[in-house]
Structure formats: structure tokens, C-alpha cells
């Protein structure tokens, strides 16, 4: 080879005499491969071609030929491929070192945690699988904390948001350590209160840093680093003897013929090689419980036959077989497996093969293979069909289980020693030795028919023991825990009945000493556990992202309650603070709010049959605001006189949510509230010491509220709902205000200025002339404008002129309402109208002309007789709701009659009446369309009629005057209607009954500090409405009944039987 270097040009034609060696053919092959490293990468022309076309037996031929002068190419084959995968170790033997590589990556893997990474046997405590069930600690732990997930996948991905339901073996861990198992204890099954980084698992490959892991900066040497030859240049050494009588057939070598010096170690190589080589793919597989051995097939058939049954990966009878282009066969979940692990190889030839090139084998095969005869391997001796393989050993089963004896039969023999002691006299480890079968058994069933649960199926037993013994007292105990009502009560339960009840702090530390020294048991939870329960309900828990990022607003989430005067001194010139503010963050709020309805929401997707995994985006939130005084909220808390406080509530109500969906045509409402005017549903955003009338300081405390409304307008929330993070946009509808508040934020003068409307800008003679035909003109924006005219006056007018021009603005607005008219107050200015027209009629005000006040006088006393003495109405000060609920019924007109002198008189009293009744659904429903469509139909009609009596038999009271809501009932209401879809849905009714949960809160939380008073006040108020609390209340209703039957059971029997005694009368 060295003359044929030299003479002919070859590879080492260039290279120096004295570094050619005559004795040393390796240092040649050496020189050889380091000559041409860079030419390994490209096969050339000559060895594509003859890999591709030259047959099996032509190549013999060039063995012998090599010295006499080859063409380069077949050469250089031979120095490129001299040492390489291909040549040396063969097809065979490359799948058995991917097979050891792959068996190594899998240990490394069972020993990594599939959450963060770390090593498990650094972490104190037992491992968990990922893809298991929960076990009975878990599942116990996670159920008092409000999750009821029964299986691993879920819990992780609620906790840490990964998703391992499809976790492979060869590229994922199968279990998790105690650390991590940790931190889903603490946070719930719900969340993590830990920064857990998830590893990004790769599949094995030449790089894989478990395999083969690089060393940190500060492990490394100071050597210069080594140029790191590839991985067929790497290969062990073989003997001399391997290469000298091996014979070269293309690129494989053929095996020598056996020796006398060589023949037992090949033997026990290979044999050595196949068991490993079984091991590993039984590591890939997992299939020794799932197909069943060759070795059950009945004796007598021959081994050829048998073997075309078997799959060439796990040497199993075939289970689902499938068929690969070149004719083997194989089970459907081996071949799975394996082409995933070892590449898209036959496992037989090595040839191409995909999955989607594999099919089923041809149904004669297939009933060949059913009908394979097995021995049963119970030892029945029977000669059973493939097919009905599976049958026949589920009867063994059965069968096994009848005849297998009672513990009643054996748990009464005593074979005489010790006498056997009872099981509770037993220690905890011989109480689980005697009972390990009974176990068994309850977990078997657990497992079938109770998704697991064992906690469940003991108590239920228990349950029924206690049933049949007639301890029905204990029954009912055990009962009660069961269901999570009564005895040990949930935080939340707790936390809803202190806030529901109006307990102080004292007042419920109290209860709870009683109640566990009178009943002996822990019914509530102490104050520390409410403490705990109510953060997760309070804003500032929950984590969220506003695209793009609000405008002014920190983007912190973990903000609670903060002081409403921040920023003061830069919005009214350094001038002193006259109050006491505190306040949520708008968007904080507004996402506690969202994740308060979570359940809601993911119910009404369900209902709507949209899949929730894909609505993500498209929300829409409808958000109604309100703002009223509260009037004279003064108590009297320590030392000195009671100061007169008035006070501002500023709240909002989640209306609607609706998701815009590609499915279906429109969009579509997933969530609707069903009372938009009770105090459960209205949230507190703000409480102050303020007059509403102080227009400079009410401004100052809403502005930044109003920036952050503002902001919230032009961005959208990220938020995670049901598990999967969701973006939503939110329209706010001022509605909530009456008319005193609408025009302090709107800027328009006093209710008894000339421009009678906030709606429209007719003013009050036009309205009494003509009191229908009106159409709604005003809008936030034309306000700011007339108020730039009224403040700059550009055309040089006199006050009146301006006056006329502006329509009544005087002063900045700072709030934008919606257009629209307010039930509630509405209702109560109407009626204050129909009180004084009683009066007017009993005193027939239309014959005389400017009656004293001693005269109004009288006739008010005998309007407030006859109310008393005819509906029991006593008299008020100040009208509110429950007097105009019913004073405004045809049963009042009638007692007012009674005191009409004049049937006329009396007649166009009833008739007023009577359609003012028809009226007042169409604005007092929260869905006029569906619950009133007959009055919303008449209502045009009504209301012209309503109108000309007013200016007809009425006239000596509406001439040239009316009254603000009069105007807007009898002008606006169709509009609204027509614009809104409801004008009772959108009322401060809310609003205005929370009005008494701020004395209440207020006398619970009493302090000597006014700052902390107000915070405690907010808080609870907050509370008050949980949805979640509701619930809870709902589900526990009866708790208070069985905490008194804890506590005095014979007071409880007492009064049941009188209760019966009464029903029975």
C-alpha cells in the first residue's frame, strides 16, 4: 500500500519519507485518517454509485484487487471507511448501542424530577408519579382546600401550568420530588406561592447534557482544550486477529469462521448481547403485563410457524399487529414506542420505515392468529383460542373470588396461645396487618366505582354501621361532616357568617370560645383562619397583565386597600385634606370582581356549548357605576359629641359578559346578573367623608378613579379564567346617579334651575307645554364643550345670553354618565308629586287661589290619618322607597277619595292613578320586552293620555311648570328603552340599599380611629358581596340549626314537635 501511495498519487503521495513508516501499517492508517478528516462529510460520486448499483457478489472481487491499483474512489471508501459505525460494528450492532445509549438516558431521567429538575435523592421525602392518582393524603389535603381533582395531570396543571398528559418515557421524567409535592400542598391544588422553573426536556441525542453533562467554569482545568475527533474515530479497539481472517462484503464484515481459540467467548458474547439487548427494548416497551409469551402457545408447532406470530421488538404473540413495506410484523404500541426512541428504522432490516408506513396484515393472518391455541396457565389443562384468551382467565377470576372464604370464617378460629386481642386495643401497625386485605378490597372498589375515593366509602360504611346500631345522634354528626356542613366548619363558611351577621371581632371570638367549650368540638374556625380565608377574596390576590400597559397606573397587582388622597396636594394647590378616603384600585377590584364569577363563567361556556380551551379572547365586560350620598352616617365612638359626617359611596356592578365567537353569528352572552339591584351584587370601590355637594373636593377624591377608568378603556385585561389566561375589554355605563348627582358630575346647575332635563335642554315652560314630544341631545362630550364657552366666553355675551348658549353648564365636568333616567329616584319623585296632589285635591286647591299654610297644613294631617288608617302608612319625614312602593296603588287612591269632595274630582283621581300603574313596569323591569311587552306597547299611548290630564284637569298645578321626573318619564322613557333595552336593570336601587350595610359595618367595626374605621368598613363591604361567600352561605343555610342542636338538642326536639303540633292545626 505504500507503493501504491507513492506511484500513484494517492492520498500519501505528498507526504515525507521519514514520516512513512515501512514496519507500521496502523501509523499509515492513522496518518491516512488525519490527512482526509475534512473530506468525511461527502461520500463521493463513485461511492453513491457503487453502494447503489453494484450487486452482492461483484464485490467480492475487490478484496483481492485492493494492492493492484483501484480507482481512487474505492480507496478512499476504504480510508474513509475503514473504522466507521458502518464497517465495524454493522446494522445490528449500531441499534444495541442506541439501545444502551437510550437505556442510559432513561435511568438519568428516573432519577430527575419532572417539575424542577433536581436530582431526588437530594430531596428529603418519597417520590410521586405524574401520571398517577391521588394518593389518600393528597387527595384528603386538597379536598379541605376546596380542589376536587382526583388525578396528578390536573393538579399540575392548575398549579404549575404544564400539561404532562403527553409525557413521553424516553424524553420526560415519570415522577416528581417531595419539594415540589410541597408547594401544591401549600398552594391549594390552585396556585403556586413558589418561582418553580420547569426544565425544557429534550429527546436524546450525540449532545445530550444528561448523558454526557458539562462541567461549570469553576470544575474546568486549565488545559488547553481538546479538538474532539467524531464519534466513529472513538470506537474501542479490536484485536488483530478481528481484522486478519474477516472477509470485506461491501460495508459489512462477514464473521469469521470458529476457532478453537476463539469459539466459546463469540458464543457467550452474543449470547451476552441478546439477553441485554431484550432487556433494553423490555425498557422501552413496558409491554410484559400488556401481551402475552410465546411460551403459552400449545406444544407441537413447528418453531418457524410460531415465529411468524411473534412481534420482532418484544418476541410477544402479536397484539394489534401491524405490517412495515418489507414484510415484518410487530405489536402497534412496540413499534410506537420504538420507532420514537430509535429513529424511524425496521427493527429487523434496518430499512425505512414510518408509522404511516406501517399497516394491518391481510385478514387470513388475522384469523390465523385468533385461532392460536394456548394453555391455560391457571393449570385447567385447556386448550383455549387466542381470542377468547382474555375470557376465560376473567372466569378464573371470578371464580377465585366465590370460593375464596369469608374473614367471618377465619377471623373466629383460635388456635389456641394468646387469646386474640380486639383491634382497637391494637397497635397502629398490627391494626394494618389485620386489616391489609380488607384494604384491598375497599381500595378495588374505590378505584371502580367511586373514582378512588376511600375517605368516602369508610365513612359511608361507618355511616351505616352507625345506622344499623340506631345511634342516629353520632349518625348525624358523622352525616354533617360529610357533607361539609355543621361540625368543623370551612373558613369560608365561618368568614360568610361573621360578615353576614355583622360580628365584631370580639363578638365572634366569643361565639367560637362558647360554642367548643359547651359542645366539646371546634365548629369555627378562629379568627386567624378567617383572616387567611379572606385574602384570596379581597383584591390584590390574584395575579393579571393589562396589553398595552395602563397609562399612569403602576402595574403592580398585589395592591389592596390605599388611601383615597394621594396625589392631593398636586390637585388642589397645597390646600389641607378635609377628609378621610380609602378606595380599591379600579382594575385591581375589577379583576377580584372577574375571578369572583370564575364559576359563572366557565358555567355559561358550558351552556352556550362553546369549548372553553379556545375561548380566549373576545370578552366583553359591561360595568354599571354608581354614586350616591349616604347623607348623615355620624356615630358616636368614645369621648365628645357627635359630630354631623356625611358620606360618598362610589360602586359598580358587573352587568354582563359576553364573547364575541367565530361559531356562531353575533355575540354571545355567557353571563347575565340575575338582581343588577341588590346590595349583594354591588361592589364598593370607594368610601369617603364628603358632602356630594362639595363639588371641588368630590372631584379631587374621583379623579384618579376617573384616570383609571380611562385607561382601562383603551386597554385589555389578561387574566386567567378556568385555568387558561383570557383577555377581556370593559364599557362602563354611569347610570347609577340621581339627579342631584348627575349634574354635580356632569357641571350643570341646581334640580331647580330653569333647564329641567338632564337629557335634553328644553327648559321648564317648554316642558309643561309640551310634555311628550322631546328626544334625548345632551352628551358628555357637548357639556365639556359649553363649559369651554361658559369659561372663555368667546362671543362676549351677557350672563343670561351665555346662560342661554351653554344650556345650563357652570361648572367643569368630571365624570362621564350615560344619558338615562334613574327607577328608583324616579319612583320617588313621582310619588312625592302624587302626595302633594292629594293634598291639592282634598283642599280643592283648583277653586281657591293661594291657600295658607295652616290650611296645607290640615289637609296633610288628614291625608296622613287616612294613609294610616286605611294601608297603616305612617307618616314620614322624607319620602323614600317603601313609602312610594305603597303609596303609588290604586287601594291609596281610593282611601284619598274617600276625602274628595267632588265624584268628578275623584274620577280624574282614579284615572291619573290607573295609568300611572300601567306605566311604571315598563321602567321598573329589569327586561320590559319579555316581563311587560303589553304595557311597553301602550305606553306611547299612556303617557299622552297621563299628559293631557295633567294639563287639563291638573292645569292650576302644571301651568307653566313640571316637576324634573315627571318630564323625563313622560318624554324619555320609549328612547331609552328603545337605546338600552331596560332602565330598571341600569338604577342605583343597589347602590341606595347598601346605604344601611355602611352603619352596620360601621357599628361592627367601631374604632377610635376614623382611618382604620373606614378601611374595616370597605373590607367587610367587599366580603358582603362575594359571590363565593353566598354560596357558601347557600350551601350552609342549616348550619345554625345544627349548631344549636350541638349545644341544647332537648331545646331543638322541643320546638320541632311544636312546630308539628302547629302545622298539624
Not at 594 to 604: H, N, S, W
Not at 804 to 825: C, I, N, W, Y
Amino acid at each position: 500500500m505504500t507503493d501504491w501511495d507513492r506511484g500513484t498519487g494517492g492520498p500519501r503521495s505528498s507526504v515525507p519519507d521519514e514520516l512513512s513508516h515501512p514496519q507500521s501499517e496502523y501509523s499509515q492508517w492513522k496518518l491516512k485518517l488525519f490527512r482526509v478528516r475534512s473530506m468525511e462529510k461527502a461520500p463521493l460520486p463513485v461511492e453513491t454509485h457503487l453502494d447503489k448499483e453494484e450487486p452482492l457478489g461483484s464485490s467480492l472481487s475487490v478484496a483481492p484487487n485492493i494492492d493492484n491499483g483501484l480507482s481512487r474512489g474505492s480507496v478512499m471508501r476504504l480510508c474513509l471507511g475503514g473504522k466507521s459505525k458502518e464497517n465495524v460494528e454493522g446494522p445490528g450492532r449500531r441499534v444495541d448501542r442506541k439501545l444502551q445509549e437510550m437505556d442510559t438516558h432513561m435511568n438519568h431521567l428516573r432519577s430527575l424530577c419532572r417539575l424542577c429538575g433536581t436530582v431526588q435523592l437530594k430531596v428529603k421525602g418519597p417520590a410521586h408519579e405524574v401520571h398517577g392518582e391521588l394518593d389518600n393524603v393528597s387527595r384528603t389535603t386538597l379536598r379541605k382546600m376546596g380542589c376536587r381533582f382526583t388525578t396528578w395531570p390536573e393538579v399540575i396543571h392548575k398549579v404549575f401550568k404544564v400539561d404532562v398528559a403527553e409525557d413521553i418515557e424516553a424524553v420526560h421524567p415519570l415522577s416528581f420530588c417531595h419539594r415540589c409535592w410541597m408547594v401544591v400542598m401549600r398552594g391549594g391544588g390552585f396556585c403556586s406561592f413558589s418561582q418553580t422553573k420547569i426544565p425544557d426536556w429534550k429527546p436524546h441525542s450525540s449532545h445530550c447534557n444528561l448523558c454526557s453533562p458539562r462541567k461549570t467554569s469553576f470544575q474546568r482545568t486549565g488545559r488547553k482544550r481538546r479538538i474532539v475527533l467524531p464519534r466513529a474515530h472513538s470506537l474501542p479497539k479490536r484485536s488483530r486477529w478481528e481484522y486478519s481472517d474477516s472477509i470485506v462484503i461491501g460495508q459489512r464484515r462477514v464473521l469469521k469462521p470458529f476457532g478453537e481459540h476463539n469459539h466459546s467467548s463469540v458464543l457467550r458474547d452474543c449470547k451476552k448481547a441478546s439477553v441485554q439487548r431484550e432487556q433494553w427494548v423490555r425498557n422501552i416497551t413496558h409491554c410484559q403485563r400488556d401481551h402475552l409469551s410465546a411460551q403459552l402457545v400449545s406444544e407441537g408447532l413447528p418453531v418457524d410457524f410460531l415465529f411468524a406470530f411473534t412481534c420482532a421488538v418484544c418476541d410477544h404473540l402479536l397484539s394489534d399487529p401491524l405490517q412495515s413495506p418489507c414484510g415484518h410484523l410487530f405489536c402497534r404500541s412496540c413499534i410506537t414506542k420504538y420507532t420514537h426512541v430509535l429513529g424511524s428504522r425496521c427493527p429487523a432490516c434496518n430499512s425505512s420505515c414510518t408509522l404511516n408506513d406501517l399497516s394491518p396484515p391481510a385478514n387470513n393472518f388475522l384469523s390465523a392468529l385468533h385461532s392460536l391455541p394456548l394453555l391455560c396457565p391457571r393449570g385447567c389443562s385447556e386448550h383455549v383460542r387466542l381470542d377468547s384468551f382474555k375470557t376465560h382467565c376473567q372466569g378464573h377470576e371470578l371464580g377465585d373470588q366465590q370460593e375464596k372464604p369469608s374473614e367471618v370464617d377465619y377471623l373466629l378460629i383460635n388456635k389456641g396461645g394468646r387469646p386474640r386481642q380486639h383491634l382497637l386495643s391494637l397497635t397502629r401497625r398490627a391494626q394494618k396487618h389485620r386489616l391489609k386485605e380488607l384494604k384491598n378490597q375497599v381500595r378495588v372498589f374505590a378505584d371502580k366505582e367511586e373514582g378512588g375515593d376511600v375517605k368516602a366509602v369508610c365513612l359511608t360504611l361507618f355511616l351505616l354501621a352507625l345506622r344499623s346500631g340506631n345511634e342516629h345522634r353520632q349518625a348525624d354528626e358523622l352525616e354533617a361532616l360529610m357533607q361539609g356542613r355543621g361540625f368543623s366548619l370551612h373558613p369560608a363558611v365561618c368568614l360568610a357568617i361573621r360578615v353576614n351577621t355583622f360580628l365584631s371581632c370580639s363578638q365572634y371570638h366569643k361565639m367560637y370560645r362558647t360554642v367548643k367549650a359547651t359542645s366539646g368540638r371546634q365548629i369555627f374556625q378562629p379568627l386567624h383562619s378567617l383572616r387567611a380565608a379572606e385574602k384570596e377574596l379581597l383584591p390584590g390576590f390574584h395575579d393579571f397583565e393589562w396589553q398595552p400597559a395602563l397609562k399612569n397606573v403602576s402595574p403592580c397587582c398585589n395592591v389592596g386597600i390605599i388611601n383615597g388622597l394621594s396625589g392631593w396636594t398636586s390637585s388642589l394647590d397645597d390646600a389641607p385634606a378635609d377628609t378621610i378616603t380609602r378606595r380599591f384600585r379600579y382594575d385591581v377590584a375589577l379583576v377580584s370582581a372577574l375571578k369572583d364569577l370564575e364559576e359563572d363563567i366557565m358555567e355559561g361556556l358550558r351552556d352556550s356549548e362553546l369549548d372553553d380551551s379556545e375561548c380566549t379572547s373576545g370578552f366583553s365586560v359591561m360595568i354599571k357605576e354608581s354614586c350616591d350620598g349616604m347623607g348623615d352616617v355620624s356615630e358616636k365612638h368614645g369621648g365628645g359629641p357627635a359630630v354631623p359626617e356625611k358620606a360618598v359611596r362610589f360602586s359598580f356592578t358587573i352587568m354582563s359578559v359576553t364573547l364575541v365567537s367565530d361559531d356562531k353569528a353575533g355575540e354571545v352572552t355567557i353571563f347575565t346578573e340575575s338582581k343588577p339591584n341588590s346590595e349583594l351584587s354591588c361592589k364598593p370601590l370607594c368610601l369617603t367623608f364628603v358632602d356630594e355637594s362639595d363639588h371641588e373636593t368630590l372631584t379631587a377624591v374621583l379623579a384618579p378613579v376617573v384616570a383609571e377608568r380611562k385607561a382601562m378603556k383603551e386597554s385589555r385585561l389578561i387574566l386567567s379564567i378556568g385555568g387558561l389566561p383570557r383577555s377581556f375589554r370593559f364599557h362602563f355605563r354611569g347610570t347609577g346617579y340621581d339627579e342631584k348627582m348627575v349634574r354635580e358630575m356632569e357641571g350643570l346647575e341646581a334640580s331647580g334651575s330653569t333647564y329641567v332635563c338632564t337629557l335634553c335642554d328644553t327648559t321648564r315652560s317648554e316642558a309643561s307645554k309640551n310634555m311628550v314630544l322631546h328626544s334625548i341631545t345632551r352628551s358628555h362630550e357637548e357639556n365639556l364643550e359649553r363649559y369651554e364657552i361658559w369659561r372663555k366666553n368667546p362671543y362676549s355675551e351677557s350672563v343670561d345670553e351665555l346662560r342661554d348658549r351653554v344650556k345650563g353648564v357652570s361648572a367643569k365636568p368630571f365624570m362621564e354618565t350615560q344619558p338615562t333616567l334613574d327607577a328608583l329616584h324616579c319612583d320617588i319623585g313621582n310619588a312625592t308629586e302624587f302626595y302633594k296632589i292629594f293634598q291639592d285635591e282634598i283642599g280643592q286647591v283648583y277653586a281657591k287661589a293661594n291657600p295658607s299654610r295652616e290650611e296645607r297644613r290640615s289637609w296633610r294631617t288628614a291625608l296622613d290619618k287616612q294613609l294610616r288608617k286605611k294601608l297603616r302608612l305612617k307618616p314620614v319625614m322624607r319620602m323614600n322607597g317603601n313609602y312610594a312602593r305603597k303609596l303609588m296603588t290604586q287601594e291609596a287612591a281610593e282611601a284619598v277619595c274617600e276625602l274628595v269632595p267632588t265624584e268628578e274630582r275623584r274620577e280624574a283621581l282614579r284615572e291619573l292613578m290607573r295609568l300611572y300603574i300601567q306605566m311604571k313596569p315598563v321602567w321598573r323591569a329589569t327586561c320590559p320586552a319579555k316581563e311587560c311587552p303589553d304595557q311597553l306597547c301602550r305606553y306611547s299611548f299612556n303617557s299622552q293620555r297621563f299628559a293631557d290630564l295633567l294639563s287639563s284637569t291638573f292645569k292650576y298645578r302644571y301651568n307653566g311648570k313640571i316637576t324634573n321626573y315627571l318630564h323625563k318619564t313622560l318624554a324619555h322613557v320609549p328612547e331609552i328603552i328603545e337605546r338600552d333595552g331596560s332602565i330598571g336593570a341600569w338604577a342605583s336601587e343597589g347602590n341606595e340599599s347598601a346605604n344601611k350595610l355602611f352603619r352596620r359595618f360601621r357599628k361592627m367595626n367601631a374604632r377610635q380611629s376614623k382611618s382604620f374605621e373606614l378601611e374595616d368598613v370597605l373590607k367587610h363591604h367587599w366580603l358582603y358581596t362575594s359571590k363565593y361567600l353566598q354560596k357558601f352561605m347557600e350551601a350552609h343555610k342549616d348550619s345554625a340549626k345544627a349548631l344549636q342542636a350541638v349545644i341544647d338538642p332537648e331545646d331543638v326536639r322541643h320546638e320541632e314537635e311544636m312546630s308539628l303540633d302547629i302545622t298539624d292545626f
